[in-house]
């Protein structure tokens, strides 16, 4: 079998082609599977042989290639939609609706999701090199790239390390630079720079994000979360809904709401237990706030869920 290299230099559409061998490579690594974690640091294959319903879940900083299939993705009032030929990139962690739109038996949706890290960004950042756009004004953390032969090329050789597990520790950080490398040098790299560099607003916006990503059971007051923006609160309301399309208690009671429902589903929590865990005070205002938020009162949609030929929910962000 010709290496990628040379693959692409015989083929006259070399993107087409590189799509094609990365498809390939995903399909093989995970065989019947519908998801596979791999030995390389933050990066996890997905197969899905059918489209899937809107699902809610939250996408972590990182980058999802779509190999074959299609998949969607709504942020707010944004939907975004990504395939062979685009790439998703998202900047911090953001409660989202998702699906996959495009598989079937003959041509599953094959997805390789890769985390971002972001000192790995501010690394390369750091180059002189490295000319990066300014954002555009209002932007989301979260926007679609064309994926280039050179990208690629480069994910195809990140998967090829699967067969030489020696090599992971040494080379794989390379290739992972090289692929941020790539997405930072066009138009959709403008908004991750923006989140990594210190010292600019999307950055200090991104710590007020982490804090509630890590605390989203506690009381929220907005104006402690601007102080660890070292924002005013009128500018983080507006920089916060910038990037996530909500406001900060949205996105607390997203996570809220996401987190019980992982509780029930996967641990058996009952309704009440999982509503002051996520940290709520009243059983009644969750069973509200979840059934406008998923359609179904919490243990009714749960066991909908768990039920025999219940449909599968579409493939995770991202590690």
Known sequence: MKNTKENAALNPNPARGLRAELARKIASLVGNEENRITEIPGVSLHRRTSPTPPCRTTYHPGIIVVAQGSKEVNLGPTNFIYDESHFLLTAVDLPIVSWVSAATDEVPCLVLSLGLDMSMVRELLGREEIHVAEAPPDSPAMSIGNTTPEFLNACCRLLDLLDSPQDIPFLSGLIQREIIYRVLRGRVGARLRAVA?????????????????????????????????????????????????????????????????????????????????????????????????????????????????????ELVGSP
């Open 197 to 313: 560099t210190l010292g600019d607003q999307s950055h200090r916006t991104a710590k007020a994000i982490a804090w509630i990503t890590a605390n989203y059971a506690k009381p929220l007051h907005v104006e402690e979360l601007a102080q660890i923006a070292n924002m005013g609160v009128s500018t983080l309301h507006h920089h916060f809904r910038m990037l996530t399309a909500m406001s900060p208690l949205q996105y607390q009671k997203q996570l809220r709401l996401q987190s019980a429902r992982n509780l029930m589903l996967n641990n058996g929590h009952d309704a009440a237990s999982a509503a002051f865990e996520v940290g709520y005070e009243s059983a009644t205002q969750f069973n509200r706030e979840y059934s406008r938020f998923f359609g179904k009162p919490p243990m009714r949609d749960v066991r909908a869920l768990l039920s025999p030929g219940a449909p599968k929910l």
